[in-house]
């Protein structure tokens, strides 16, 4: 593909704009509260409280007249470094470990592999946490801890899942033929042909962190006050919904438009990526 | 096909023993004295002492491992520190909202998925798989509680069809008893079955651009034909995957939204020991979430192996 078409079907790919803007909007909120918010969100002012959206506060002020806004924008931070590293974790352990246990299909260390990854599998994310929680208390950190863990078997089974059925085309058979190992098919031929669905995986990995973070600290295992995040705000507005409905509706709709952003993207990524889709015109 | 089963069998034993193996380390063995950190700081001595003989803490860590998992075999849980019951008759309460609630929503996410997959994937591009789509995005990107809470205040709180939350009990009957899940049922469901839609949808796809796909259109079978005879059997293999990622899904996901309805399953219960430290309960709890996904996946593979031959063959 020449560099002007790929260009062309960047902006062809509606959803990758769409997507990749909304990303881009989050991400810059979070980038600019480390250094500017509206408002001081450690600051309480309980004579504003529970005002409704504004001129002054945008997205009014919550139960104790703090800018839902500001605590919105930090409240970012949290959310997208929590998912990162845990996308980061489940990736750089996960794929490796699937494409090994492909390789050595049917083999003892195939056998190890996908054993351990089942047992990891059979503890959710949620689960690891409150074992985390359990002994060490909450914490954004364990919060990472815990959705990364959970991310590596699944990575493991995707990866080795999509390159079993490889291992049997002819095109690996001839790899075979021309005396590369398995270590460098995997590497060469497997990865390049699963890419596309890594990054799916990935995709809804990242939103799927975000929304794990969020429900982590809305039960309270994730990040502690005072540190603003978008799961304890909603916990927080929950007996208020009935009065103060504006409580509830913006950090949960600036979690839905997120996570909404990052599966756009993805979605328009792997229209880019896959050569199958580009060569059809899927 | 025996033979596998018998073989995965194995590998179910060889899990759970470890994932016991595991759990228990983490609960008994990483706090160092469970006694003293089930009682806080400031305990006595004297009563740290008298949880220790209660625990049987003064046992070898080979006994009490014995004795931990010879009482789950023969369903004797020991009894809770605060609840000052024994765990089983607790958890089996908690389990009755649990387990319902978690077969509810999967059920409703396969009923949901697999006509809503079929039909985008055959009206492929069309207004329909477009609309289908983008829902399927919205549902996938919404947070489920955070629907949970909308849907109280909608349908509870304004037009009051359902309770805000609580479990009236199966002694009050199946139908009024169902309604008090059907809320969280449907929150629980809602993002899962975005997601097996999609996947549905997208195997189908990859599934009927393969060349037996176009063998048998070329040999004169209709679309219809070649959708249900040769592609969706061999698209539900990841679709199958999914069910069993899903499971576990719900199972966490219950224990959330357990809390928005306050329904006193075992997601509330494990949250009320982890705030009282009461590490029996949260051992036994843990324990059995983590056999329930192991015995669910163990089902899966034998369904791949069964949807797809040569799995077995291989093996």
Redesign the interface.
């Known amino acids: 593909m020449t560099h002007d078409s790929f260009v062309q079907s960047l902006f062809r790919s509606r959803n990758l704009v769409i997507g990749v803007g909304m990303t881009a909007v989050f991400a810059i909120a979070a980038l600019v509260s480390l250094i500017w918010t509206p408002y001081d969100v450690t600051q309480l002012a309980i004579a504003n409280k529970m005002q409704t959206p504004s001129a002054t506060h945008w997205f009014g002020t919550d139960h104790f007249g703090r800018d839902i806004l500001s605590m919105l924008m930090v409240g970012a931070q949290t959310s997208i470094a929590v998912a990162f590293i845990a996308v980061g974790i489940g990736m750089g352990i996960g794929v490796p470990l699937g494409l090994t246990a492909a390789a050595r ?2 083999g003892v260390l195939d ?1 190890i592999i996908m ?1 351990g990854n ?2 990891v ?7 690891i946490a ?2 985390i ?3 060490f208390g909450p914490s954004a950190v364990n919060a990472i801890i815990a959705i990364g863990i959970f991310n590596i078997p ?1 990575f493991a ?1 995707l990866s080795r ?1 999509a390159a079993l059925p490889l291992w049997t085309r002819d095109f690996i058979m001839s790899a075979r033929v021309a005396g590369k190992g398995a270590a460098r098919i995997s590497v060469e031929h497997i990865l390049p042909n699963i890419f596309n669905l890594l990054i799916v995986q990935g995709t ?1 990995q990242f ?1 799927l962190g975000i ?1 794990a973070e ?2 982590l600290s ?3 295992l994730g990040a502690q006050p005072p540190i603003p995040s978008w ?1 304890r705000m ?1 916990a927080e ?2 007996t208020l ?2 009065i103060a ?1 504006h409580l ?1 509706l913006f ?2 709709c600036t ?3 997120t ?2 952003g990052l ?2 993207a993805g979605d328009g990524l792997r229209d880019l990526l896959d050569p ?1 889709i580009r060569r ?1 015109g ?1 | 096909m025996l033979y596998y089963a018998v073989k995965r069998l194995g ?1 179910l034993c ?2 759970l023993i ?2 016991s193996l ?2 228990f380390t ?2 008994e063995i ?2 160092g004295d469970p006694a003293s950190f089930m009682l806080g700081i400031n305990a006595q001595p004297d009563t740290i002492a008298a949880l220790r003989e209660e625990l049987g803490l003064n046992q070898s860590l080979t006994q009490r491992y014995f004795g931990w998992v010879g009482g789950l075999l023969t369903g004797d849980l020991g009894t809770s520190y605060t609840y000052r019951s024994p765990v089983s008759e607790i958890v089996a309460d908690r389990i009755a909202i649990s387990l319902p609630l978690a077969i509810y929503a999967l059920s409703l996410t396969v009923l949901i998925a697999f006509p809503v997959g079929l039909i985008a994937a055959s009206k492929r591009g069309s207004v329909t798989d477009v609309s289908v789509m983008g829902a399927t ?2 549902g ?7 629907f949970a ?2 849907m ?2 909608i349908f509870a ?1 304004n037009l009051r069809w359902f309770s805000a939350g609580g479990f009236p009990g199966w002694d009050a009957g199946f139908w009024v008893a169902m309604k008090a899940l059907t809320l969280p049922a449907i929150a629980l469901a809602l ?1 899962q079955a975005s ?1 097996l839609s999609r996947v549905m949808r997208s195997s189908l ?1 990859d599934t009927l ?1 393969e060349d037996y796909v176009r063998t048998a259109r070329a040999k004169g079978l209709t679309r219809r034909q070649v959708m249900w005879r040769h592609a969706l059997r061999n698209a539900l293999i ?1 679709v199958l ?1 999914i069910i069993g ?1 899903q499971f ?2 719900l ?3 219950a ?2 939204i357990e ?2 309805f306050f329904l006193p399953g075992l997601g509330r219960l ?2 009320q ?2 705030t009282q ?1 009461d ?1 029996i309960v ?1 051992e036994s709890v ?1 324990m059995l ?2 056999f329930a ?2 015995v669910v ?1 163990f089902l899966v593979d034998l369904a791949y192996a069964w949807v797809d031959p040569r799995l077995r063959v ?2």
């Open positions: 299909r049917g056998e054993r089942d047992l599998f059979a503890f959710p994310s949620l689960v409150i074992m929680t359990a002994l699944v089974r899942g809804i939103s929304l969020a429900g809305y039960v309270g799961g909603l507005s929950q919904i009935s409905p509830a950090p949960g979690i839905l438009l996570v909404l599966n756009l199958r059809t899927r | 590998s060889i899990s470890i994932a595991v759990i983490c609960i990483v706090p995005q919205l996938i990107a919404i947070p489920n509680f955070w809470m909308l109280v205040l709180i993002p997601i796809l651009s990841p995957t990622l576990s899904f199972l966490a996901g224990i959330i809390n928005v494990v949250f020991a982890i430290r590490l949260v843990i979430l983590v996904v192991i996946n291989q093996s």
